[in-house]
C-alpha cells in the first residue's frame, strides 16, 4: 500500500517527534491536537530542533526546511484525516479517551487508510473493535525520543491483516527506524518488558537502601553500557507516563504486583513528573540540567 499522507493524532513529546520524522521522510504530515497551544507549542520545539540540528551540521538547511513545509498542524481531527493514508495515535494513555480518537477516525479517514496506536501498553485490538476496519489496525509503537531512537515495535491482534503489517513494516524503515515485529498482544510488549524488569529491581534496590540512586544509574551506564540509568530515563519519559503505564497494565491482568511502585505514585500525586516539571527523582533547572 502506497502511503502519502500521514496525521498523527496528539502534539506532545511523541506526538510532534513522530510527524517530524514522518516530514524528515518526504512525507506530508499533519499533527493534530484539541488545544492550539499544545499545537503552537510543538510548531515552535520542532522548529528550535531544526535550527539545532542545522547548527550543529546534522541536516542541511535546505532538508529541514523542506521537512518543515511538509508538516502542518490543524485542531480539527475531520480535517486532518481526510486525506490521511496512515494515522498514528499518539494521545494520551487513557483507554477511553483512543477508543473515541479510533471511533471518530473510522468516520473521518478515507476506508484505505490504516490506523495505528503508538500505545506503550494498550494492544490495538481494544481500539480496533471501535471501527469498521479492525484489519487495519495495529500498534505502532515508536520510542522516546523518537527522533533519535530506531526501534519501532509493530504489534498484530488477531484480525490484524499481513497487508496491514508490510506496509506498517515498511513505512518505519522508510523512516530510518529498525522496527520489529510482535506476533502476540501482551502488556508492555518487548522493550518495555525488559526495561520494565530492570527498572523494578532498580526500585528494590533504591527502597532497601543498598545503593544511592545516582549509584544505580551509574552501574547502569558504567557496567552495562546503558545510556542512562533507570531513574534517569524515568524523569526523561515522565513520571506520569511510568505511572499511567503501569496502572493501564494493572487494569489489564489484574495483578496487584503490576501496580505502580509506592515511590512512584507518590512522586506522580506530587506532580513531580521529571525533567518536565523540573523534579522527579532528581530536579533540574530551567535548561533541564541536573541541579
Not at 476496519?133 to 505502532?140: A, D, I, L, T
Request: hydrophobic share 40%.
Amino acid at each position: 500500500m502506497q502511503i502519502n499522507n500521514i496525521l498523527v493524532i496528539g502534539s506532545g513529546a511523541m506526538g510532534s517527534q513522530i510527524g517530524m520524522v514522518a516530514a524528515l521522510a518526504g512525507y506530508h504530515t499533519t499533527i493534530q491536537d484539541i488545544a492550539e497551544e499544545s499545537l503552537a507549542a510543538a510548531r515552535a520545539q520542532l522548529s528550535s530542533r531544526m535550527d539545532n540540528s542545522v547548527a550543529k551540521g546534522r541536516m542541511s538547511r535546505e532538508v529541514a526546511d523542506e521537512a518543515l513545509a511538509r508538516l502542518h498542524f490543524t485542531t480539527s481531527l475531520e480535517d486532518g484525516a481526510a486525506n490521511a493514508d496512515y494515522v498514528i495515535e499518539a494521545a494520551t494513555e487513557k483507554l477511553e479517551i483512543k477508543r473515541a480518537i479510533f471511533a471518530a477516525l473510522d468516520v473521518a479517514a478515507p476506508t484505505h487508510a490504516i490506523l495505528a496506536t503508538n500505545s506503550s501498553t494498550l494492544g490495538s485490538s481494544k481500539v480496533a473493535s471501535a471501527t469498521s476496519r479492525p484489519s487495519k489496525v495495529c500498534n505502532m509503537h515508536f520510542f522516546n525520543p523518537a527522533l533519535v531512537m530506531k526501534c519501532v515495535e509493530v504489534v498484530r491482534h488477531e484480525d490484524t491483516s499481513q497487508e496491514t503489517i508490510d506496509t506498517t513494516m515498511e513505512l518505519a524503515r522508510s523512516m530510518g527506524k529498525s522496527p520489529v515485529l510482535v506476533n502476540k498482544e501482551i502488556p508492555g510488549f518487548v522493550a518495555n518488558r525488559l526495561m520494565g524488569a530492570l527498572r523494578d529491581e532498580a526500585l528494590r534496590l533504591q527502597e532497601a537502601g543498598i545503593a544511592s540512586i545516582a549509584d544505580i544509574d551509574t552501574t547502569a551506564k558504567t557496567a552495562l553500557g546503558h545510556p542512562m540509568g533507570p531513574f534517569e530515563l524515568m524523569d526523561l519519559v515522565g513520571i506520569d507516563v511510568s505511572y499511567l503505564i503501569r496502572m493501564a497494565t494493572f487494569e489489564e491482568t489484574g495483578d496487584e504486583s503490576d501496580l505502580p511502585h509506592p515511590d512512584v505514585k507518590a512522586l506522580y500525586e506530587a506532580g513531580h513528573l521529571g525533567k518536565k516539571s523540573g523534579r522527579g527523582w532528581y530536579a533540574y533547572d530551567d535548561s533541564g540540567a541536573k541541579k
